[in-house]
């Protein structure tokens, strides 16, 4: 004996509603039907066949052939024409340096073909750092193949003479370059004269630092207008007697206590700049035939 069944497929395979009957016999079981009903419907697509089947777009594919096309041509358009390509230098500050030296200096340092927004200016700043007594470097891009160098150069502020050699350096005490005859006579430089076991220096090397240099400097100017005394040179013992000797230019000398090496130390110099103006106006009338004067010690003055 048979039974008609009806079930709604919608609600169980979320496709389509479509009532079918089913027949079984009623003799099996619930168990027994269960694995004929649904292994039959498993294996087959329920789908209206009055309802057209489109296959599924796929824009994304041609929005990306699209981008890698339009991604080619701008490569090929940046890194194939020479647009681009570093053609002009412009080198701003200098005063003492060639510009063309300088400009020489950064096309050595980068490529033969260099492309402007590929350019690393730390190259640059260390190309021109190491080849010339400059400050500072600062590089610039003008777009599209413009390359623009602005260096601050170091000002020579003293002569210093190692030996038969002198060397300009700067308030920093970083020697510069060797120094011509004419900057060695030049009064606007301090001269500093190096009596000690000191090897040649080179481009670049600290001599001495620039607390010392500013202390120095004072000191010069404090005598020369307060003793009317003119100072030539200083002259620059082992740096380990911690003293100076100043060079007139009248031929006599003043020994100043004044350690190079210990710069923050030196916390006696007005007293000695005092003691000098002293012994001068009271004790000494004729300084035809003075020899030097001796301010280093606390309680007395000593000169000949």
């Known amino acids: 004996m048979y039974t008609n069944d009806e079930h709604s497929l919608f609600a169980r395979f979320g496709k389509v509603r479509c009532s079918v009957p089913i027949i079984v016999k009623s003799h099996m079981s619930r168990r027994s039907r269960e694995p004929l009903l649904f292994s039959r419907y498993r294996r087959r697509a329920m789908l209206n066949p009055f309802y057209p089947r489109h296959a599924h777009r796929r824009p994304w594919k041609k929005i990306g052939t699209i981008s890698a096309l339009a991604v080619a041509l701008f490569l090929g358009f940046v890194f194939g024409s020479p647009i681009f390509v570093v053609h002009a230098i412009q080198v701003q500050g200098t005063h003492a340096l060639a510009v063309s030296d300088i400009e020489g200096t950064i096309r050595s340092a980068l490529s033969r073909r260099s492309y402007i927004f590929l350019i690393r200016t730390q190259t640059v700043d260390a190309a021109i750092t190491k080849a010339f007594p400059v400050e500072s470097v600062t590089v610039r891009r003008r777009y599209p193949a413009t390359l623009i160098v602005t260096v601050q150069e170091r000002i020579p502020f003293a002569v210093w003479q190692v030996k038969d050699v002198s060397w300009l350096i700067d ?15 030049n009064s606007a430089y301090l001269h ?15 001599l001495v630092s620039a607390e010392s240099l500013a202390t120095i400097a004072g000191i010069k100017s404090d005598i020369e207008h307060a003793a009317g005394v003119a100072i ?32 923050t130390g030196n916390t006696r110099t007005a007293q000695q700049i005092e003691k000098l103006i002293a012994v001068l106006r009271d004790s000494i009338k004729d300084r035809s035939k003075l020899e030097y004067v001796d301010v280093r010690f606390e309680d007395r003055v000593y000169f000949k």
């Open 171 to 185: 308030r920093r005490g970083v020697v510069l370059r060797a120094s011509t005859p004419d900057e060695v006579s």
């Open 232 to 263: 030539t040179s200083l002259i620059i013992p082992t740096p380990e007697t911690g003293s100076i000797k100043l060079k007139t230019t009248e031929g006599w000398f003043v020994y100043f206590s004044f350690s190079l090496s210990n710069p």
């Open 192 to 206: 500093f004269e190096d009596e000690g076991d000191r090897k040649t220096p080179a481009m670049g090397d600290t």
